[in-house]
């Protein structure tokens, strides 16, 4: 009976250690710089749209859980026929601000790979999500959320649509004061048992020779040569990065570039249950927890919609499994600044660097 008396007082002794660290993590100022636009849809809007339209499978997207890189890629498959319209990308983008910014983030970047919907080109497209982050910056301020965007290139597409993605990145930021202001870099992803890196690679390096730097989803799965040639190619970040050699980690440890890290997107697609066991935290978050020589990390969701995450979710888990402690939670909820695409002396950065140390009491 005693036995069972302190058990429970253990249980919720942890039970208020967690609900306070969860409210830490909701509070603190976070900065998200891997999220696909339309992975972060909300399930209810694509389910409400996919009946409008009828899109067969779409309405599978309901049930999480475990889920594989291809059942992933199904889902995202779902998610862009019931996102058909012009108005449908313009509402979800609407959606996907307001709960990133509610969700205490402060500084994002949103990545969409552009494409052709029922009503408008791909061009539409961009300028669609465009003047969705104009209208979240008139309505909410850049005091409530800096926000900014990354195209993304579609690995499993054709090169010469990595060509059309990135002239229109070009010709948008010569003819819009908006696109100059808001497009900062591109992101190549798509599914990793498709295409090949090289083959991206001079898309990626005109971008780059164009001030648009890359970051690029690597090593998702096991194939050490391409991961060879990304590092070759050297993009100012990496996504993921979870199958590497120890020739690899030599390397990012001689030279680092930062990496976007997705605990739950990458626990559930690696079918592996605990942060422990998450390749690259372990390598380096907890390494750094011992050496206090920090590998520029950041936290991210990569697709709230379809793994049922969020910015403080993520933080929370990894403070909590990593059992790290709240001054170590509040540097890394910001970390992400450091490694950002917009420019570290631009105003809106001078100004969210001091509101952000400001915030980030514990
Ligand atoms: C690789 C991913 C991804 O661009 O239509 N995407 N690519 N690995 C991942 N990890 C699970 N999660 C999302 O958003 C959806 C697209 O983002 C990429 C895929 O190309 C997906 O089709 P957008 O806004």
Do not use: Q
Not at 84 to 92: D, G, H, I, Q
Not at 159 to 187: F, N, P, S, W, Y
Request: glycine letters at 4%; proline letters at 4%.
């Amino acid at each position: 009976c005693l036995l069972v008396a302190a058990v429970s007082r253990v249980r919720r002794a942890r039970a208020r250690r967690e609900a306070a660290m969860r409210r830490l993590c909701k509070r603190l100022p976070k900065v998200e710089l891997h999220a696909h636009l339309a992975g972060c849809a909300r399930l209810a809007t694509i389910t409400e749209l996919a009946g409008e339209i009828a899109a067969p499978g779409a309405r599978a997207h309901a049930a999480l859980g475990k889920l594989t890189l291809d059942e992933c890629f199904a889902r995202f498959g779902a998610i862009h026929r019931a996102l058909s319209t012009e108005a449908a990308l313009k509402r979800v983008a609407a959606e996907v601000l307001a709960d990133f910014a509610a969700d205490g983030v402060r500084y994002l970047e949103i990545r969409t790979t552009p494409r052709a919907l029922r009503d408008v080109d791909a061009r539409g497209y961009v300028c669609a999500v465009l003047d969705s982050i104009g209208k979240f910056e008139r309505d909410a301020g850049d005091r409530a959320m800096v926000v900014r965007l990354l195209l993304s290139i579609d690995r499993s597409g054709p090169i010469a649509r990595a060509d059309e993605t990135v002239e229109l990145a070009h010709t948008l930021r010569a003819e819009r004061a908006d696109a100059r202001r808001l497009i900062v870099g591109v992101d190549l992803s798509g599914n990793p048992s498709k295409g090949r890196f090289v083959d991206f690679a001079p898309a990626l390096a005109r971008a780059r020779a164009a001030g648009l730097p890359a970051s690029v989803h690597c090593a998702e799965v096991e194939d050490h040569a391409e991961m060879d040639d990304v590092l070759a190619f050297r993009p100012a970040r990496l996504g993921h990065a979870l199958f590497l050699s120890a020739a690899h980690v030599e390397a990012l440890r001689a030279a680092p570039i930062p990496i976007e890290l997705c605990p739950t997107s990458n626990l559930t697609t690696l079918r592996r249950a605990h942060m422990r066991e998450h390749p690259t935290a372990a390598r380096w978050l907890l390494d750094d927890l011992r050496t206090t020589e920090a590998y520029p990390v950041s936290i991210s969701t990569d697709d709230t919609g379809v793994f049922g995450t969020s910015a403080s979710a993520e933080l929370a888990r990894v403070a909590l499994e990593l059992r790290l402690d709240p001054a170590h939670v509040a540097h890394l909820a910001a970390r992400g600044l450091h490694d950002a695409f917009e420019p570290a002396n631009s105003r809106e950065m001078l100004t969210l660097r001091a509101r952000c140390a400001r915030d980030a009491t514990i």
